[in-house]
């Protein structure tokens, strides 16, 4: 395992994305505040650069690679959020960029990548290994390989979200009582953590999955990290990664992170709210954290939350249909 | 007329809402810059308490009631957006609020209204005339009312936005050439002109109206105040006025605003796009700056483009339908 990011890393990860990264708002949501009876801040990276918060660390990662090794090429494997981000962070820093996708990602995502003048290898998510489609084009083309989560820089990328969310709340003079993120590899969770703690130390951070992914929960309650059964389907198609990393697993247990799961309906239900208390187009893998609040499953001690609302890279078909059944 | 509002009112309207009113950002639209080779700037007023930015005119406004005016309480009318922001700013002030509201208003900004705990009169737009209802009711009651647009502590309120798109353009280091704003009555347009324009001497401004309602840019260009046929239809709700405010007119004549007007079928094409490349709900009201934008209407020597999207209060159901249609 390489050595785990520090909050100096972060703080270097922000000098770094500055300028290029959306520096998002923090946002007091006074409707759902008043509904739910508690003070709810949020951090919508829906609005962040490429849709998700996944821009961060795929600049801080790409700005990283020296000049010599630039026109090799990066490749990644993403199921469309890191795709965007690498994609985008690429075509800034004049790196030719190759992503292995499933053939199955939104339609918004594939688009999205392309635009960014990325080049795109389909997999099939239930009969191939995307890591070795990848690894191999890698090889092939000495091109360099930009994890999704588990490694130091994407994780010190994805952390800047904590610095920013500590500096807003400190200048509105407010202490977080928990603050509720989504969990896929766990790059955002334990970055974002890790930032937050500096500033907080004795925030509560929880990690919501959706139902049947749920193995970050299952491995930091058994204290080793176990596997979820990706055989399985779910709405949130960023949050589908099948065991934590080595390091965000790390990280997450020394912060002493909880896990929790919801499932499907919770998500169509809090992508609707995010409609219409919030005015924010919120992806199924990005709305997890206001489905476990909405569905009561956030400790009722905890007064002040903060909700990082992901990714907001959803096809309008699927909006659409989710919107009628909330 | 009463006396016009200046920039010193807008500056003190500021200090009056800042802690009750949303700070909301100004975000670089990457992906339409990019695709229509601009530089455009958002600044998203959907994210704003209510939904949308009528709360700041409305705080303003009646925090400075004087005490013992306040249990005769306020009357205002509004299709919904003003009502929200008149209902929240009345809560957190404890003075009752009564609101006189179309009947054909959006669901979500009569049960926004009511959940602020206001008194509503429905009308008919058609055959009543709500000014005359509000007007009876204040004078029954010794209410306050309060004037959507055409009023000079409605007006400084509004104009906050102006003062917030100069400070983060100049924190940015950017000078805008045209900033785009809806216009209904022009309380929005002409305080934020206003504001703006302090910093920004020779920025354009450009107010868009729907078809069929373009009272306002007719005004400007024949010199004299001009009235819209009121029992044609048009999506866009929120900006349904008859014909300009006295102060609000000769603000924006005396600006140099010129006026434009969109389509149903250009609000809805931005509606989606805002959707897919901004991730915010925009309502068609708020939506018709991106409108003209994307209809090829803003002159092609504006470089850099600042658009307020006023607000996002859109019922689930329409919003599904223009989706569907874009």
Tied chains: 1, 2.
């Excluded at 409707?31 to 949020?42: C, E, F, K, T, V």
């Excluded at 990283?64 to 494997?77: L, M, R």
């Excluded at 965000?248 to 609707?272: K, P, W």
Aim: aromatic residues 6%; proline residues 6%; glycine residues 10%.
């Amino acid at each position: 395992m390489s050595k785990l990011p520090t909050v100096a890393d972060i703080e270097a990860a922000a000098q770094r994305i500055a300028g290029q990264a959306i520096r998002t708002p923090l946002l007091y949501a006074h409707a759902l505040s008043a509904q739910l009876d508690r003070h709810i801040w949020i951090k919508p990276e829906m609005l962040q650069r490429t849709g998700s918060f996944k821009f961060r660390g795929a600049f801080n990662k790409l700005s990283q690679i020296p000049q010599a090794k630039k026109p090799n090429g990066v490749v990644a494997w993403s199921s469309g959020n890191h795709a965007q981000g690498v994609a985008a962070a690429a075509r800034i820093l004049g790196i030719p960029a190759t992503i292995v996708m499933p053939k199955d990602a939104p339609k918004i995502k594939i688009k999205g990548t392309r635009s960014q003048g990325a080049d795109i290898i389909f997999f099939d998510r239930y009969t191939e290994d995307r890591e070795e489609i990848g690894r191999e084009f890698a090889a092939r083309n000495s091109a360099t390989i930009v994890p999704s989560y588990d490694d130091p820089d994407i994780i010190a990328g994805q952390g800047t979200i904590g610095l920013e969310i500590a500096r807003d709340l400190a200048e509105a003079g407010q202490s977080p009582d928990e603050i509720i993120l989504p969990c896929g590899g766990g790059g955002l969770s334990s970055g974002t953590g890790l930032a937050a703690r500096a500033s907080f130390p004795s925030v509560d951070l929880t990690l919501v999955e959706p139902e049947d992914f749920d193995d970050f929960g299952k491995s930091l309650r058994s204290g080793e990290r176990e596997t979820a059964d990706v055989t399985k389907k779910s709405l949130c198609d960023a949050l589908l990664t099948p065991t934590p990393g080595e390091m965000t697993y790390a990280l997450n247990r020394a912060l002493g992170a909880n896990g929790l799961s919801v499932s499907d309906a919770e998500v169509a239900r809090a992508m609707g709210a995010a409609f219409r208390d919030l005015k924010l187009v919120v992806e199924p893998g990005g709305a997890v954290p206001l489905a476990a609040l909405l569905a009561g499953k956030i400790d009722a001690r905890s007064r002040t939350l903060v909700l990082v609302l992901s990714g907001g890279n959803v096809d309008p078909q699927l909006f659409r249909d989710l919107l009628t059944e909330s």
